[in-house]
């Protein structure tokens, strides 16, 4: 690296990277040997304006500390400062490449070697002064540095270097930044600064790292709700702190937060009886992003059982009062109380407050909305079942008791009938086994009620039982089987439509609990099952296809390991709808679709062929609701076995396809072409092809064209990805190899030239890498004995600045020439546009001249040439001639009577001036015969004259295709 040589020098790069990279052993690189290389190094430190070496340096500089903070921690640390110092006069470059490779060298630095020792150099900050000389503080101060305005390009890669600081170190010691967030704070409130996202990332993770208190004590909020500026600059900090914070005091929240809250409410209410009510609504606005900042201070609290009590009195009254607060105070506490599951501490200190928040929970919930949809009220149920769970049992015992009292009074309004029972379905994983016996006769009464809300409820609270969240539900419902079993199959025929969900998810977990063998059950169940797979609602159609697959399962655990009979037992009681209406047959098939699917593995070849022989029977049937249902178990056949599954029911499966009735054929043609494109996908287009009649030859001919069609553009599309991803990948200059393969590469002027791969990738293996020596003028002699004559070789031809020539106080043109003007020329010229519209109207006026074409409403401004030549003229050498060229028709037609107007023929530049016939021209098209797009073509009347236009061209071309072919048959 001595030598000075582009490529051995990038060679050495490449070396010294792969021995950080592969993270040797000590006996091998020793931490000592390491220091030392990196202090080699920093001779042979590139310009700082040469792109593809100084990305190289930076990034071996990046692996070497990062291998050294391996080896040794505080050896890494020691060597931060002056690399930090190399940073920060890289971000000074003029390159943008660089000031990126730098940025990220740093952030890189910061998480490899100071995170890993971030508790060791907290100790040591905390136990310096501010003013101390450690490595660390060397290095903030270096950073701090960064936000001088001399850095002005680079704040942005600053800015993230300061989030990553942050990130590594604010949670231990966060005093030592506080001079960074308040310059940090400045930089943001000056005047059209352009890095406020980066900047509104690093203080967020300075807020993240440690805490609102620290934040705020380096940048104040700057708003006290008296006397504020309306402006308020600093409201910034609002949204910040709302996006980050979590993992802090809640106490800072009650002791800093909620007194402001309530000044900024207080003096929104002054200025509203005030009738200012652009200030009221701004501080009304203020205290609600206040209110915002809760989520977060409630996202793992680190003092929630000191801090809570404080605070608690204020939350229930706000869920109580204030509508406007309702929902994030409800969205705080389901934070608390579903992060805090872990620690007992928390969940007692926060179930000690459910006897004061769930009464307040129930009122609003069971208060009828004032709006036809509430959103909030289903926001209050989420709330009350996530207190439920660190609430006592004896307690919701009691509610429950409540409850069941308040539904037996006589002038209870509809709605909150059903808020009730939502408040008992919420209940019951909690209650013991008496209280479930009550609830199910509660819910049991109601099964075949004619009110369709509550007979859903029933429903809901049945359901809820029978899925065994807890060990008394289990036990209840073992208990209690039969009874729950005869009240499903006796309230079968008055369930409604908006029920059938609840009731089947029921039978769903009934039949997953039953261990012995229920024929009788299972043959009640199984026409529903199969009903309900036509169901309007989505929500009943999947839970009919889940109790399908849940009773199939029961079938094969109750079999004792006789899958194939039970499985056959099975098919055949479902298979039973297809002797039923045209309806019920439809249903069935999908039924038959949904546990094929499920059981194919199991299923017995002669089972298959059963079920396949009467689909392929209902493919032919005049009925549109059964040939649908036989297309989607076709559809669902084909998709899900292999071929050699199919083989030999394809015979049989293409006669019932191509032997469909007219109209079903024509109606459902997509429905069919889908299963003839998946049949094609798995036999081939010839084998389908041989056995199809000649009605669907055409269609899949078609097929046939689109299978390639789309695979040709799927091969295509996968070409050009991968070309993407390459030039991405060429494009980008993250690895060592490629930043020193960059490093031989040629001059940026002659890189701007567009050329093909193949030639510069010639041209690099002839001409070999480049260098240039950089000097600063006549008196910067590069003295090549000195070390740091290296920064003078650069890969990357450096930019001459041009001298900056004296201003003389007269403009020149670009010759040399003076260019001298009037004064009182340019005395008007520092006027206003204003002040010399006004003087040429009335020059105009008065003199009676159109001055710049009054008609173009307002727009009469004229240099101070045009001025000059209508006052007499001027001869000045200097004035520039009109560039205005005559030509075209009306009053921009030449004047000179020598030369008429004339329009030109289309495709007359293309004659030969020497020879007949056209000839072929540099940079032009083909001389073929291009006619002029022209909308007065269109019109009737003149056709004849638009015809013979074209005549001769016709002629020509007719005369020329005759040579052609003679001269071709001559040869």
Partial sequence: MTLSNVLVTAAGMQSLHSLFAASPKPECLSAALNAQIINALYDYQPSENDVQPTQAWLVVMETAHINLARLDSKLCINHLPRLFSAGMVCLLSQKTEITSAAGKMLKAVIVGCVAPASATLGVQLQTTGTGSTTPLQKVLRALESGLGYQFHAAWGFVLQVFAAMFQSLGRICPAAFQKSLSAIAELRDSVRFAYKGELDHAVGCAVRAMGPREVLAAIPLQITGQSDDLDFPRSWLLPVIRDNVQETELGFFTSYFLPLAAKLRLRSLELSDQQNIVASKTYETLQLQIWSLLPGFCTRPTDLAISFKGIAKVLGTAIGERDDLRMEVMASLRKLINQGKGSEESCDELGRFSKNFLPILFNQFTTEPTVAKDLSKQAVLETIKCYFQITDKQSIATYCEKCQERLQEKDITAYKRIALHDLLIGMLPYLECEQLRQVFKLAVQNLEVRDRSLQKKS??????????????????????????????????????????????????????????????????????????????AEKARAASYALLVEMGNSCIRWSGGETDCALEEYFKMVMAGLAGSPQMIGATLLALTRIMYQFKDQMSSAMLAAVLEDVCLLLRSRSREVVKGALAFTKVLVASYPVTTLAQHLKPLMMSLTSMKDDCHHHFRFKSKEVYTKLVKKFGHETIYGMASDSIRKQLGNIRKTLERSKKKHDDKEDSESEDEKEKFKTQTESIDELLRDSDSEPEENQKVKRSKVKVAEKKKVTGGQAWLHEGGDDDITDFMDVSASKKVMATKP?????????????????????????????????????????????????????????????????????????????????????????????????????????????????????????????????????????????????????????????????????????????
């Fill in 459 to 536: 429903y809901r609270m049945l359901e809820e039982i029978c899925a065994g969240r807890s060990i008394q539900s289990r036990e209840f419902v073992r208990a209690n089987l039969p009874d729950i079993q005869q009240a499903l199959l006796k309230s079968l025929s008055t369930s409604s439509p908006s029920s059938k969900a609840p009731r089947l998810r029921c039978l769903v977990n009934i039949f997953q609990v039953l261990e012995s063998r229920q024929d009788e059950f299972l043959l009640a169940v199984v026409p529903e099952a199969i009903l309900c797979t036509k169901e309007i």
């Fill in 799 to 971: 930019i001459e600045k041009k001298k900056a020539q004296a201003d003389s106080g007269f403009k020149t043109a670009p010759d040399g020439r003076l260019i001298i003007t009037e004064s009182s020329e340019d005395e008007a010229g520092d006027e206003s546009d204003d002040n010399d519209d006004i003087i040429e109207l009335l020059d105009a006026l008065e003199k009676g001249r159109d001055t710049g074409k009054v008609r173009d409403t307002g727009k009469i401004k004229q240099n101070k040439k045009r001025k000059l030549e209508d006052l007499g003229g001027s001869d000045d050498e200097g004035a520039s001639p009109n560039k205005y060229k005559a030509g075209g028709g009306g009053i921009h037609r030449d004047l000179d009577q020598k030369k008429p107007f004339r329009k030109p023929a289309p495709g007359a530049e293309y004659r030969a001036k020497k020879a007949d016939g056209d000839v072929k021209k540099k940079g032009k098209l083909d001389p073929y015969a291009y006619v002029p797009l022209d909308f007065r073509s269109l019109n009737k009347r003149k056709q004849m004259k638009v015809k013979g236009q074209f005549s001769n061209l016709v002629k020509g071309a007719k005369k020329g295709a005759a040579k052609g072919k003679k001269a071709k048959r001559k040869s």
